[in-house]
């Protein structure tokens, strides 16, 4: 063959795509849907020890980004983009870990122990993101690989829907709480194992059942939040937004000006009727089951609960929620006032 004759296999043309071109990590953490995006950065950077920032992103407004908190929930245009190329990973699983399909509802999602007592009357105040997320000992038992459950950041998730346990949201042990690391930090040993830094198992700590009132109401909010809706005998339809209004104005009858020594009588005969086999507090799983309670029979027990407490009535605690936007504000009137007839 000449010297100067092209070799068949020289005269094959590849074509390369983009995405196989621009410079791409090898898959190191392979990553679960339903994963908190956050805690997969830092399970992909573990091998490297390096933070999440260092070891993945180039561009500056990528980390600032993620260093809020915030902002992984729904993340802007381009940023799931240039991970996906980044990683290698498929951009729909990328999706999956984050809620981008959802409108963002940061005086929800974002407030930790959302309908926990003391959350209650803060929901006026100026927000920070929460990176506080809870856990549940069973499914890390069960995980061939532990990992964070985007559901679990929500500050209105306190149930574990598989198992119908309250979530821990922090070490029995040492009682630090469970909070996501910014994305700056090195990879802390534990986020990515089944024991807390204090070197305890989350897999032997102590989990209480979830009463199945609470675990109803909190997987009716769970299917409704993609959509924005809440769907409840004897209440209809409503926008999620107005839902969770109405389970802040219910709160606030048992919470807000009530004496103690009523709201102690009051919960002892919602216990009753419940067959609890704990006593009303003041955490977010209580919220929830108190709130169920009521809109089993709204507005009956609604009324039920400002008369033996004595604090005004639903439609009177209205003028406590102001801050509330328009359409939210006039549907929960329109409600209220439906149900004083």
Not at 13 to 26: D, G, I, T
Not at 316 to 323: A, F, S
Request: glycine content about 6%.
């Amino acid at each position: 063959m000449p010297p100067n004759e092209v070799l068949p296999v020289e005269s094959m043309e590849f074509k390369v795509s983009a995405r196989e071109r621009s410079p791409c990590l090898p898959p190191i953490a392979a990553p679960i849907p339903g994963e908190a995006l956050p805690a997969w950065l830092y399970r992909f950077s573990k091998p490297m020890g390096l933070s999440a920032a260092t070891f993945l992103f180039e561009e500056q407004a990528d980390v600032e980004l993620l260093s809020d908190g915030r902002s992984w929930r729904t993340p802007r245009a381009g940023f799931l983009e240039r991970l996906a190329a980044r990683t290698g990973t498929p951009l729909s699983v990328l999706k999956s870990m984050t809620f981008s399909d959802w409108t963002e509802s940061p005086d929800a999602d974002e407030v930790a122990w959302r309908f926990a007592r003391g959350r209650v009357h803060k929901v006026q105040r100026k927000l920070r993101p929460s990176r506080r997320y809870g856990i549940c000992p069973r499914c890390l038992a069960s995980d061939a690989v532990p990992y964070v459950r985007k559901l679990w950041t929500l500050g209105w998730v306190a149930i574990c829907e598989e198992h119908a346990l309250v979530l821990n949201t922090a070490c029995f042990e040492c009682r630090a709480m469970f909070i996501m690391p910014q994305i700056r930090s090195t990879l802390p040993r534990w986020l990515t194992s089944d024991h807390c830094r204090c070197g305890a198992s989350m897999i032997k700590q102590r989990a209480r059942a979830a009463h199945p009132f609470a675990s109803r109401l909190q997987s009716v909010l769970i299917a409704g939040r993609g959509e924005q809706r809440f769907e409840w005998a004897g209440l209809g339809t409503l926008t999620w937004s107005t839902a969770v209004a109405l389970i802040d104005l219910i709160l606030g009858l048992a919470w807000i000006g009530s004496r103690a020594d009523l709201r102690r009588r009051c919960f002892e005969q919602i216990e009753y009727e419940l067959g609890a086999t704990h006593r009303l507090g003041n955490a977010c799983h209580d919220g929830l089951l108190i709130a169920a309670w009521v809109l089993e029979r709204w507005p009956d027990r609604a009324h039920w609960l400002s008369g033996e407490l004595k604090v005004p009535s639903p439609r009177q605690q209205l003028v406590l929620w102001e801050h509330l936007p328009t359409d939210v504000h006039e549907a929960l009137q329109t409600l209220l006032t439906r149900s004083d007839r």
